[in-house]
Protein backbone atom coordinates (compact mmCIF):
# COMPACT_ATOMS: atom_id res chain seq x y z
CA UNK A 1 0.00 0.00 0.00
CA UNK A 2 1.56 3.04 -1.11
CA UNK A 3 1.67 5.82 1.77
CA UNK A 4 3.78 8.73 3.65
CA UNK A 5 4.43 8.91 7.07
CA UNK A 6 5.88 12.23 8.52
CA UNK A 7 7.18 12.96 12.01
CA UNK A 8 6.94 14.74 14.31
CA UNK A 9 2.98 15.39 14.16
CA UNK A 10 3.96 18.68 15.74
CA UNK A 11 6.66 21.16 17.01
CA UNK A 12 7.40 24.04 19.12
CA UNK A 13 10.54 26.06 18.00
CA UNK A 14 11.91 29.25 19.18
CA UNK A 15 12.45 31.86 16.61
CA UNK A 16 15.86 31.83 15.46
CA UNK A 17 16.40 28.16 15.87
CA UNK A 18 17.00 25.55 13.15
CA UNK A 19 14.70 22.28 12.87
CA UNK A 20 14.52 19.17 10.51
CA UNK A 21 11.17 17.44 9.79
CA UNK A 22 10.75 13.99 8.49
CA UNK A 23 9.17 12.07 5.91
CA UNK A 24 9.19 7.95 4.95
CA UNK A 25 7.20 6.68 2.14
CA UNK A 26 6.53 3.53 0.17
CA UNK A 27 5.09 4.52 -2.69
CA UNK A 28 6.31 2.88 -6.15
CA UNK A 29 6.86 3.44 -8.51
CA UNK A 30 8.50 6.69 -7.31
CA UNK A 31 8.78 9.51 -9.28
CA UNK A 32 8.67 12.58 -7.47
CA UNK A 33 8.87 14.42 -3.62
CA UNK A 34 7.37 17.98 -2.53
CA UNK A 35 7.55 19.50 0.05
CA UNK A 36 4.15 21.67 0.65
CA UNK A 37 3.74 24.63 3.15
CA UNK A 38 0.20 24.86 4.10
CA UNK A 39 -0.61 28.15 5.98
CA UNK A 40 -3.42 27.73 8.25
CA UNK A 41 -6.40 28.81 6.19
CA UNK A 42 -5.06 28.20 2.88
CA UNK A 43 -4.11 26.48 0.42
CA UNK A 44 -0.22 24.01 -0.01
CA UNK A 45 2.12 26.03 -1.70
CA UNK A 46 5.35 24.19 -3.48
CA UNK A 47 8.56 24.54 -1.32
CA UNK A 48 11.02 22.11 -3.14
CA UNK A 49 10.85 19.33 -5.33
CA UNK A 50 13.01 15.68 -5.61
CA UNK A 51 13.34 13.43 -8.22
CA UNK A 52 14.67 9.75 -8.23
CA UNK A 53 18.44 11.29 -9.05
CA UNK A 54 18.39 14.33 -6.61
CA UNK A 55 19.19 13.98 -2.90
CA UNK A 56 19.56 17.41 -1.96
CA UNK A 57 17.35 20.56 -2.96
CA UNK A 58 17.09 24.56 -1.39
CA UNK A 59 14.83 27.10 -1.21
CA UNK A 60 16.51 30.01 0.86
CA UNK A 61 16.25 28.78 4.42
CA UNK A 62 14.50 25.31 3.28
CA UNK A 63 16.91 22.66 2.54
CA UNK A 64 15.09 18.99 1.78
CA UNK A 65 17.51 15.95 0.91
CA UNK A 66 16.24 12.57 -0.44
CA UNK A 67 17.44 8.94 0.07
CA UNK A 68 15.42 7.15 -2.43
CA UNK A 69 17.26 4.11 -1.69
CA UNK A 70 16.00 3.93 1.93
CA UNK A 71 12.72 5.91 0.89
CA UNK A 72 13.29 8.26 3.35
CA UNK A 73 13.21 12.58 2.68
CA UNK A 74 13.95 15.42 5.46
CA UNK A 75 13.45 19.33 5.17
CA UNK A 76 15.19 21.19 7.09
CA UNK A 77 14.81 24.74 8.29
CA UNK A 78 17.26 27.17 9.06
CA UNK A 79 17.03 30.79 10.78
CA UNK A 80 13.17 30.15 11.63
CA UNK A 81 10.85 33.15 11.40
CA UNK A 82 7.44 33.46 13.24
CA UNK A 83 6.37 33.26 9.26
CA UNK A 84 7.63 29.71 9.24
CA UNK A 85 4.91 28.78 11.56
CA UNK A 86 1.92 26.01 9.36
CA UNK A 87 2.05 22.50 8.00
CA UNK A 88 4.25 20.80 6.57
CA UNK A 89 3.37 18.26 3.94
CA UNK A 90 5.57 15.50 2.16
CA UNK A 91 3.77 15.12 -0.88
CA UNK A 92 4.70 11.45 -3.26
CA UNK A 93 4.19 11.48 -6.76
CA UNK A 94 4.23 7.93 -8.78
CA UNK A 95 4.54 7.22 -11.73
CA UNK A 96 2.46 4.34 -12.72
CA UNK A 97 -0.79 6.49 -13.57
CA UNK A 98 -1.16 9.04 -16.42
CA UNK A 99 -2.99 11.30 -13.81
CA UNK A 100 0.07 11.66 -11.91
CA UNK A 101 -1.27 10.53 -8.13
CA UNK A 102 -0.33 12.13 -5.25
CA UNK A 103 0.33 10.65 -1.92
CA UNK A 104 -0.24 12.89 0.85
CA UNK A 105 1.49 12.86 4.43
CA UNK A 106 -0.36 14.44 7.19
CA UNK A 107 1.65 16.80 7.77
CA UNK A 108 3.90 18.28 10.73
CA UNK A 109 2.27 21.00 12.29
CA UNK A 110 5.62 23.86 13.22
CA UNK A 111 4.96 26.46 15.62
CA UNK A 112 7.57 29.18 15.59
CA UNK A 113 7.62 30.96 19.46
CA UNK A 114 9.03 34.59 19.87
CA UNK B 1 1.45 32.67 -6.73
CA UNK B 2 -0.91 30.35 -8.57
CA UNK B 3 -4.13 31.94 -10.18
CA UNK B 4 -6.64 30.06 -8.84
CA UNK B 5 -9.88 30.92 -7.14
CA UNK B 6 -12.40 29.10 -4.62
CA UNK B 7 -15.31 31.19 -3.38
CA UNK B 8 -16.86 31.31 -1.27
CA UNK B 9 -13.90 30.65 1.19
CA UNK B 10 -16.21 29.87 4.07
CA UNK B 11 -19.74 28.84 4.42
CA UNK B 12 -22.50 28.01 7.12
CA UNK B 13 -25.06 26.34 5.94
CA UNK B 14 -28.16 24.31 7.44
CA UNK B 15 -28.55 20.44 6.46
CA UNK B 16 -29.89 19.19 3.51
CA UNK B 17 -29.27 22.62 1.55
CA UNK B 18 -27.31 22.89 -2.25
CA UNK B 19 -24.58 24.24 -2.03
CA UNK B 20 -21.77 24.38 -5.28
CA UNK B 21 -18.53 24.98 -4.30
CA UNK B 22 -16.66 27.38 -6.96
CA UNK B 23 -13.54 27.08 -8.37
CA UNK B 24 -11.62 28.69 -11.49
CA UNK B 25 -7.99 29.01 -13.02
CA UNK B 26 -6.45 31.06 -15.02
CA UNK B 27 -3.33 28.99 -16.38
CA UNK B 28 -5.37 27.25 -18.61
CA UNK B 29 -4.75 23.75 -17.37
CA UNK B 30 -6.13 20.70 -18.43
CA UNK B 31 -6.27 19.08 -15.38
CA UNK B 32 -8.41 19.89 -12.31
CA UNK B 33 -9.01 18.25 -8.74
CA UNK B 34 -10.94 18.40 -5.41
CA UNK B 35 -9.55 17.29 -2.41
CA UNK B 36 -11.10 17.18 1.27
CA UNK B 37 -9.14 17.75 4.07
CA UNK B 38 -9.70 17.52 7.72
CA UNK B 39 -7.93 19.25 10.78
CA UNK B 40 -4.37 17.19 10.90
CA UNK B 41 -5.34 14.76 7.96
CA UNK B 42 -4.07 13.95 4.74
CA UNK B 43 -5.77 15.79 1.59
CA UNK B 44 -8.27 12.61 0.35
CA UNK B 45 -8.67 13.11 -3.59
CA UNK B 46 -12.59 13.03 -4.15
CA UNK B 47 -12.46 14.14 -7.81
CA UNK B 48 -10.82 14.95 -10.71
CA UNK B 49 -10.78 16.05 -14.50
CA UNK B 50 -8.46 15.92 -17.23
CA UNK B 51 -10.33 18.39 -18.99
CA UNK B 52 -13.72 19.65 -20.59
CA UNK B 53 -16.42 16.60 -19.89
CA UNK B 54 -14.02 14.49 -18.25
CA UNK B 55 -14.46 13.65 -14.88
CA UNK B 56 -13.64 11.19 -12.72
CA UNK B 57 -14.14 10.02 -8.68
CA UNK B 58 -11.26 9.68 -6.48
CA UNK B 59 -9.61 7.54 -3.98
CA UNK B 60 -12.43 8.62 -1.00
CA UNK B 61 -16.31 8.20 -1.77
CA UNK B 62 -17.78 11.48 -1.86
CA UNK B 63 -21.57 12.23 -2.20
CA UNK B 64 -20.62 15.28 -3.97
CA UNK B 65 -20.69 16.06 -8.03
CA UNK B 66 -18.88 18.07 -10.31
CA UNK B 67 -18.92 19.37 -13.75
CA UNK B 68 -16.30 20.57 -16.34
CA UNK B 69 -17.61 22.49 -19.27
CA UNK B 70 -15.13 24.57 -19.69
CA UNK B 71 -11.27 24.24 -19.49
CA UNK B 72 -10.90 27.12 -16.16
CA UNK B 73 -14.07 26.13 -14.07
CA UNK B 74 -14.38 23.29 -12.10
CA UNK B 75 -17.41 23.49 -9.60
CA UNK B 76 -18.69 21.18 -6.92
CA UNK B 77 -22.12 20.22 -5.93
CA UNK B 78 -23.71 19.05 -2.70
CA UNK B 79 -27.29 18.22 -3.86
CA UNK B 80 -28.14 17.82 0.24
CA UNK B 81 -25.46 18.49 2.98
CA UNK B 82 -25.01 17.13 6.10
CA UNK B 83 -23.24 17.29 8.86
CA UNK B 84 -21.04 14.86 7.73
CA UNK B 85 -20.01 16.76 5.04
CA UNK B 86 -18.06 19.64 7.46
CA UNK B 87 -14.71 20.06 5.75
CA UNK B 88 -11.39 22.38 4.43
CA UNK B 89 -12.50 21.82 0.28
CA UNK B 90 -9.26 22.02 -1.47
CA UNK B 91 -9.17 22.82 -5.74
CA UNK B 92 -6.04 21.96 -7.54
CA UNK B 93 -4.85 21.97 -11.09
CA UNK B 94 -1.96 20.98 -13.00
CA UNK B 95 -0.41 21.26 -16.50
CA UNK B 96 -0.87 17.76 -18.66
CA UNK B 97 2.26 15.48 -19.50
CA UNK B 98 5.13 14.70 -17.12
CA UNK B 99 7.37 18.24 -18.06
CA UNK B 100 6.42 20.26 -14.67
CA UNK B 101 6.11 16.59 -12.69
CA UNK B 102 2.53 16.97 -12.09
CA UNK B 103 3.16 20.09 -9.99
CA UNK B 104 -0.06 20.74 -8.68
CA UNK B 105 -1.59 24.53 -7.81
CA UNK B 106 -3.71 25.15 -4.94
CA UNK B 107 -6.99 27.30 -4.25
CA UNK B 108 -7.17 28.79 -0.86
CA UNK B 109 -9.55 26.20 -0.13
CA UNK B 110 -13.24 26.43 1.25
CA UNK B 111 -14.29 25.63 4.62
CA UNK B 112 -17.66 24.46 5.35
CA UNK B 113 -19.90 23.68 8.18
CA UNK B 114 -22.72 22.19 7.93
CA UNK B 115 -25.29 22.92 11.08
Known amino acids: KNQVEQSPQSLIILEGKNCTLQ??????????LRWYKQDTGRGPVSLTIMTFSENTKSNGRYTATLDADTKQSSLHITASQLSDSASYIC?????????????FGRGTQLTVWP | EADIYQTPRYLVIGTGKKITLECSQTMGHDKMYWYQQDPGMELHLIHYSYGVNSTEKGDLSSESTVSRIRTEHFPLTLESARPSHTSQYLCASSESGGGTYNEQFFGPGTRLTVL
Open chain 1, 23 to 32: CNYTVSPFSN
Open chain 1, 91 to 103: VVSDRGSTLGRLY
